[in-house]
């Protein structure tokens, strides 16, 4: 049967308003990711989570540091993680990075900044992955208003002959190389994070990240 004179025959042609759809879609801009923070108190921090050795390890060190923004100031609400590869060189295969058993050490921590931006581990000093590699930590940073976390590292104090046979330090410019290096004080090794700035810390892209 024909459909009468007047009648909207939109439904007689399957398909049509989805084909419509799908083309206003197309035609859209993607909207900009959500920030990354602030919310970082709920779920992710736990127990532990800046506590890779006891800290009666014999070779137990502390990594600490300040995240500050491009004016200088500290971020509060900062979340960092580490991961590392033991004092031997070896990077933790085995599944359970989050376990604190006091004797597995899974090479990975996660813990909050302090009101004063400040953070802590207790870990140890990451042995040589590679042959012509400088030993480091992996640093992940998240903070309110980035759209992705920031990947960088964070070098064991080494001299310049060193850095220049590192295959990534060798090929960050001399004059940034400092803000990938931790610098010792009498509680272990500081290593500070720029967001911006002046002193902004060389990051990375990697992955996803790209």
């Not at 104090?157 to 295959?167: E, G, I, M, N, S």
């Amino acid at each position: 049967m024909s459909a009468n004179r007047g009648e909207d025959t939109s439904a007689a042609r399957p398909g049509a308003e989805a084909r419509g759809a799908t083309a206003r879609m197309s035609a859209l801009h993607p909207t900009p990711g959500q920030t990354v923070g602030p919310f970082f108190g709920y779920a992710l921090p736990y127990d532990g989570g800046g506590v890779l050795v006891p800290v009666g390890h014999p070779h137990a060190i502390r990594l600490h540091g300040t995240v500050y923004d491009g004016d200088g100031e500290p971020i509060p609400d900062a979340l960092i993680e580490i991961w590392q590869a033991d004092e031997n060189g070896a990077v933790a295969q085995d599944p359970g990075s989050r376990s604190r058993d006091g004797w597995t050490f899974t090479g990975f921590g996660r813990v909050a900044v302090d009101p004063d931006g400040h953070y802590s581990f207790t870990t140890v000093p990451p042995g040589v992955t590679r042959g012509d590699g400088a030993p480091f930590f992996a640093v992940t940073v998240f903070a309110r208003g980035l759209l992705h976390r920031l990947l960088t590292r964070a070098y064991l104090p080494l001299d310049d002959a060193v850095a220049a046979v590192d295959p990534f330090l060798s090929s960050v410019p001399a004059n940034r190389r400092g803000t990938l290096v931790t610098r010792a004080d009498e509680h272990g090794l500081v290593f500070d994070i720029h967001l911006q700035g002046a002193d902004e810390t060389v990051f990375l892209t990697y992955g996803e990240d790209q």
